[in-house]
């Protein structure tokens, strides 16, 4: 495994957008976030079958978000373990569709915790508070240590956004 594996990845191509756009493909990426995995390993913890697996990690490592973390040779083969690229995404565009890609993988996140933290909540606040406000959000997720694999994995999702004042004719961030 390569030690870049840290730096965060802002999703911004064509093909990154493409790559999200499949409720799959995250499913894959979340398992990833486990650790490296085989197409084998995937489709079996996935329920899903090789080929299916292997088209969607094609496509992912194609948008840069899935790497080779390392090879093993096994009875006269190869086997390859795929990783994320990144350690966690962000994005500064909106795209409509890749949004609603990503909250529906949420969504089936969600289904399987018996009792999620899940608050939506509208604030008014100036620009330098919602500025402040990101900032200590994004530190805090950035910042948070993982523990060791025997551990629980848990899932954190944070968005601060602007939104549109039905009185203020201003597109949001003018």
Known sequence: ???EIGEPLEVR???QFKALAHPFRHRLLFA??????TISQLATGLGAAKGTVAHHLKVL???GMVRIAHT???RGGTEQYHERAFRRLFGETADAGATTALFGAVAEELAGDPDPLLHLRHLRLTPAQAERLRAILDALVGEAEEAGPDQPRYGVLVSL???PDPADPRPPGS
């Open 161 to 163: 956004y602007r939104r």
């Open 1 to 3: 495994m390569t030690d």
């Open 13 to 15: 191509t064509p093909a």
């Open 61 to 63: 490592t194609e948008a």
């Open 72 to 74: 093993r040779q096994v």
């Open 32 to 37: 990833l976030g486990s650790g490296p995995a």
